[in-house]
Every structure is written in structure tokens, then in C-alpha cells.
């Protein structure tokens, strides 16, 4: 599968953005799919996950209940809406899927990634 994530940009701390992450190939619902970000010097590091029938969802400890996670699969997209923004979020956000089930942990096993968004919060 490849991948291909936009909507990232510049906004104001307390902001919102939709990333949009759209996929190839026919059999996407057979993918669980992810969110990561990454900052320069840092690894790259959870931000939520989905489960192929998107019943299930995971979020990383600092998201806090600011951030959903959704997909359309008849669509072969996953969305990240991110709400109340802070500086902190800055970052390189990457899409990624693995393909099956969740089994373990639903922060690791990603196979496939995308190019990554630039997502900057001002101040």
C-alpha cells in the first residue's frame, strides 16, 4: 500500500487541522492505520491508531482527547482532526499502516508509511 498525507500548514495555538492521508490499492480495509510525528533530534512518536473497521481507536498520552482518528474505506482514506493546538504539536506528521488486525501493541509494527505533513503551531 502507499501511501499520501496532506493538510498540514501553519495555525495559531488553539487552532484546529484535518490531516487527510489517502491510500492505494483495493484492499485497504484489511489495514490497520496509524498517526505519528516526529520533531527534529527526537524519534517519531505515536499519535493514534484505528482499527480496520475503524470500531476501534488509540490514542497517544498527549493528545488528551484533543485528536480523532477516523477512516473511510470506501474511500481508502484516514483522517486526523486535530483540535486545541498547541506549540508542542509542531511537527512532521506521518501516516502509517500495518497490515491485519491489532495484535500487541497498536503503537508499532508499521510497514508502510507516507512522505509526512509539516504541521506548525504559532504562538
Known amino acids: 500500500v502507499q501511501l499520501q498525507a496532506s493538510g498540514g500548514g501553519l495555525v495559531q495555538a488553539g487552532g484546529s487541522l484535518r490531516l487527510s492521508c489517502a491510500a492505494s490499492g483495493r484492499t485497504f480495509s484489511a489495514y490497520t492505520m496509524a498517526w505519528f510525528h516526529q520533531t527534529p533530534g527526537k524519534e517519531r512518536e505515536f499519535v493514534a491508531s484505528?482499527?480496520?473497521?475503524?470500531?476501534?481507536?488509540y490514542y497517544g498520552d498527549f493528545v488528551k482527547g484533543r485528536f480523532t482518528i477516523s477512516r473511510a474505506n470506501a474511500e481508502n482514506m484516514v483522517y486526523l482532526q486535530m483540535n486545541s493546538l498547541k506549540p508542542e504539536d509542531t511537527a512532521v506528521y506521518y501516516c502509517a499502516a500495518k497490515f491485519g488486525a491489532i495484535i500487541g501493541s497498536p503503537r508499532a509494527g508499521y510497514d508502510y508509511w507516507g512522505q509526512g505533513t509539516q504541521v506548525t503551531v504559532s504562538s
Open positions: 484505528i482499527s480496520r473497521s475503524g470500531g476501534a481507536t
